[in-house]
């Protein structure tokens, strides 16, 4: 088990979640940050930290977000470890009530 960073995170990237993590088990891309599900504990610390509601326990994600899984599992081999929050991206509170975002996925680091 694990949980999952969602679509409401790409072009935002708050990173109060990465503050909490117990075992750094997140990953930072250009606009969006992942969950390596290797390194989650499952501690749900991160999930009342996000404040665009973009982290759920795998078996909670809801079932349009569902692909995120397999997303932040091959993303997290790909983007390297954030262990301390920074500012979230300029324009992070514009496109933080956008929907649909998930063609906007920038996958470099």
């Known amino acids: 088990m694990t949980h999952v960073v969602t679509e409401s995170c790409i072009r935002c990237k708050y990173t109060d979640c990465v503050d909490v993590c117990p075992v750094d088990a997140f990953r930072e891309g250009r606009n969006m940050l992942a969950i390596d599900p290797d390194d989650c504990i499952?501690?749900?610390?991160?999930?009342?930290?996000?404040?665009?509601?973009?982290?759920?326990?795998?078996?909670?994600?809801p079932a349009n977000q569902r692909d995120f899984l397999p997303i932040n599992a091959r993303l997290a081999k790909l983007w390297p470890p954030i262990t301390r929050g920074k500012g979230a991206l300029p324009d992070a509170?514009?496109?933080?009530?956008?929907?649909?975002?998930?063609?906007?996925?920038?996958?470099?680091?």
């Open 93 to 109: 509170d514009t496109w933080a009530a956008v929907p649909d975002k998930r063609t906007l996925l920038d996958e470099g680091r």
């Open 42 to 61: 499952d501690c749900a610390l991160c999930v009342p930290e996000c404040p665009v509601d973009a982290i759920f326990f795998d078996d909670d994600t």
